[in-house]
């Protein structure tokens, strides 16, 4: 089950990619897989998945120490809690969901020396919703947080990430997506290294992959539903 979704996922990403004229390798796919067993993590494993996602820092810190012998690159994508930020800097390669000065402060001073830089997204509130977490999609706001967050040593900002609305229809998820893309290029010509667009969820990846998504959290697809 889990080894056919993947490889249809892996192809479809293929077919969409060409279909927009871009490559399928400046496409990651990480595998969210919160609220599934390390056995889950395991099968996508071995068909070479390397990339894992999980919300929850204590569900992810058991599978991490159960699949410490696994190659895998692990992105933290959940809410943060400013008391753990140090596991969270000690334990994962990516962190999706940064929102403020303080928290990558934190991130950047508790990564360990020997470890490469904390690879790090900012979180975008894109449709501006209560009851999302998230940077308002502002972009002189934005620009002036990331160029302090672009100076602190142990991390590298590497872009941008949102978890949008459910919309109706593509046309009202590209116009999301859009604006991802124009935030991610403010940047960009304000001479900021960005080169990530994580956004794309099982329901809205065709959508992200048009808008130049690089990084897309797929877990219903691959996983099957949480329940
Ligand atoms: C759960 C989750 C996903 C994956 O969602 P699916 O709809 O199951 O693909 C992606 N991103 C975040 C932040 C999530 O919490």
């Not at 969409?16 to 996508?44: D, F, W």
């Not at 919309?167 to 604006?179: H, L």
């Amino acid at each position: 089950m889990i080894e056919q979704q993947l490889d249809s996922l892996y192809q479809h990403i293929h077919q969409v990619s060409e279909h927009n004229g871009r490559s399928a390798e400046e496409i990651t796919l990480v595998a969210v897989s919160k609220n599934h067993p390390v056995s889950a993590i395991r099968r996508a494993y071995a068909k070479g998945q390397r990339h894992f996602g999980e919300n929850y820092l204590n569900e992810a810190l058991d599978k991490q120490r159960q699949l410490s012998k696994l190659e895998i690159i692990w992105h933290y994508i959940g809410r943060i809690q400013s008391n753990k930020t140090r596991k969270m800097a000690e334990q994962f390669d990516w962190i999706h969901t940064v929102e403020s000065l303080r928290i990558a402060t934190r991130l950047s001073n508790q990564r360990p020396q020997d470890l490469p830089e904390l690879n790090v997204c900012l979180q975008i509130n894109i449709d501006e919703e209560d009851s999302k977490s998230g940077l308002p999609p502002d972009k002189e706001q934005l620009l002036s947080l990331a160029q302090e967050i672009h100076q602190l040593p142990q991390l590298c900002l590497r872009g941008l990430m949102c978890i949008p609305a459910l919309k109706a229809s593509v046309s009202e998820e590209i116009k999301t997506f859009s604006k991802m893309q124009a935030l991610q290029n403010h940047l960009k010509v304000h001479g900021i290294p960005v080169d990530t667009l994580s956004m794309g969820m099982t329901n809205d990846l065709d959508s992200a992959i048009r808008c130049g998504s690089t990084l897309l959290r797929v877990g219903t697809a691959i996983f099957g539903s949480r329940e």
